[in-house]
């Protein structure tokens, strides 16, 4: 662990692109990120920082963890001592890598995997709270509920980045809805239609999003290591390189461990339950934009013109 | 529907292998069998009944569900007026496929599959007495829950079959030794050195209770038609039949559909991360049967004798 020169701590910024959590701004505590593509947790007080960094020391040194699974985990560099954002001074920081920074206009989903987000260890009255949220929210219909998520449109448009209040109201029909406009060309224009022509470079193909979970849902059936509580799983892409159809892939990526648990010989049923339920939108959103790219269209509303790739416009 | 003449009435019994839920003894309501293999369960008078009925009849004639997935599921004969087993005259009876009846000296376990068993739906009262007792229960922790069993350990030791607070009282370790000594020939001693002796034949092969999990499992991941809340899986098998190497397979059944809730587009996560769960359970027996029969025995604490189909004596 190392205390950050002050040299070192004018170069650390606001993330540009948090979507869920604290953020650190007016005066408040948050995370932090420089320009070397690490990002700076601040480790919270309640004992939760330290439960979190305990995992990552965990699961880095783990050899039970097939290599194939670590690229869907930050990199963890350890803690550092930090001044804090909210000018409280030094305080230990989470050191991880900055996943975001390999992306230039990214579009993001937080989507906290379970149908509940309690551990069965807990108060009651933790238990309480959580039930009441998950009840509130998708978590228990759906298995997962959407913890925030952004949009880009596109240099004119920019960012459609839904409040903290209008993500925790989503209902089970906006969810869909919004895996839907996260892959379309026209998402930024609230379009009820959207066209859903991303589909394919996005969830589809062999490197897309839907082989991934579906990577992570085996390893799923499988890990009795660890039970994976309120924990989130970051979708994240970058859609001006899909539109001019370079290299970028999408990524998955697990975050917030705060409230993982030892899964003593038992498999993460609540977070395999809810990763499933989730594929199944997934899937459902890019058998759809198959079937609409063959139907010529036909379920939009409007009588469209269809290009090459299917896309209706 | 109609009504049962008493001559066929007095044809009817208390089943003899009911491992869960209200007994025709005593006085008191329960379910009636004859001898053409049908089971007679009252309709609870709450509603439930008349639920479950529902369910059958949409069940039966929904094309939706794929046909070797109904095997998993009883035949349904529609409801009849019956004598009430607890003399209170005449009652609605749901008419089922009596499961046990093919089966000579069945062991049998009854598992409540699901890390929740209320619904979403639910009244707060209901809620919190479900989860009072989910948690209670392995049913938070594993995502199922014994409800009832017995095993079969021979002539002369009959059949074992503990108690309802017992069943209640089975922790995460008892479940994993009970999925043991369910598949072993020395299950009715109470010995904990069970030698999982037909784990290969009940368990493992083609047709046996790991593939058919796996294939009710695969259909659970598309299906977004049905929520089984606080339904049970029943496993059930004739281990003379086995021991005599006859071709009596192994069978799974589903049972108990008061509260089954429309699916309305979204899988049943709750029961499919409670079905992966058992599925772990049940492969890892199997593996280490396997295991032990390499090992020739080294997992023992005595050192035992191995016959050429790893038994161990």
């Known amino acids: 662990m190392s205390i950050a020169h002050s040299s070192f701590y004018n170069m650390l910024k606001v993330p540009e692109h948090q979507v869920a959590g604290h953020l650190a701004i007016d005066g408040k505590l948050g995370p932090l990120v420089d320009d070397s593509g690490r990002f700076y947790k601040p480790l919270q007080g309640d004992g ?36 804090a954002s909210n000018g409280s001074g030094l305080l230990h920081h989470l050191v991880l890598q900055d996943i975001v920074s390999s992306h230039r206009n990214p579009s993001i989903m937080d989507v906290k995997i379970g149908s509940r987000t309690w551990y069965p260890e807990a108060s009651d009255n933790y238990i309480q709270k959580c039930l009441e949220k998950d009840r509130r929210t998708t978590t228990v219909s759906l298995g997962f509920r959407i913890a925030g998520l952004q949009l880009y449109g596109g240099k004119e448009s920019g960012y459609w980045r839904p409040g903290r209040k209008e993500v925790q109201s989503f209902t089970v029909y906006n969810v869909r809805s919004i895996l839907r406009r996260f892959v379309s060309s026209n998402s930024s224009i609230g379009n009820e239609n959207s066209d859903c022509s991303f589909a394919p470079s996005i969830y589809g193909g062999s490197a897309g999003i839907l082989e991934q979970l579906l990577e992570l849902k085996a390893w799923f059936e499988d890990q009795t290591i660890y039970h994976f509580h309120s924990c989130s799983l ?21 975050i917030d461990f705060a409230h993982v648990v030892e899964g003593k010989g038992v498999i993460d049923h609540n977070f395999l339950g809810g990763l499933c339920s989730l594929i199944k939108f997934v899937s459902d959103v890019l058998s759809d934009s198959k079937e609409s790219s063959i139907k010529d269209c036909v379920e939009s509303e409007k009588p469209g013109i269809c290009t090459d790739n299917g896309n209706c416009q």
């Open 48 to 83: 939760r920082g330290n439960k979190e960094l305990a995992f990552y020391e965990s699961f880095s040194s783990d050899t039970r963890v097939p290599d194939h699974i670590r690229k869907y985990f930050p990199v963890c560099y350890g803690s550092q001592l930090l001044e």
């Open 234 to 254: 970051l979708i994240l892409f970058d859609k001006e390189s899909v539109s001019k159809g370079s290299a970028s892939v999408p990524e998955i990526k697990l």
